[in-house]
């Protein structure tokens, strides 16, 4: 699955050397931890929508997975779409 780096953080400038080693480590794992939530998030939204899409492709109406799954017509399309443009979306990292 492709993966887009949100980078939450872009904006902040680099840590100069007044700032303890610990603090910076401590924020590097900080990063990391949010980078692969938001990569993991990113995966399990875009099965998602393929998982509804296969559905109605299957022959399941949107009503149908709205009654059984809970969720609304409008969130069904948007999970539908979001998947798509994931899967068209060219791979990048933080690096």
Known sequence: MPYVSYMAFRHRG???ETVPRSLHEARAAYDQATE???REINEA???WGIALAAAIEAGMSYQEIVEQVGVSHSSISRAIKQAAENQKAPE???A
């Open 36 to 38: 692969k939530y938001e």
């Open 45 to 47: 939204r875009t099965n």
């Open 14 to 16: 680099e840590y100069d």
């Open 92 to 94: 990048t990292s933080g």
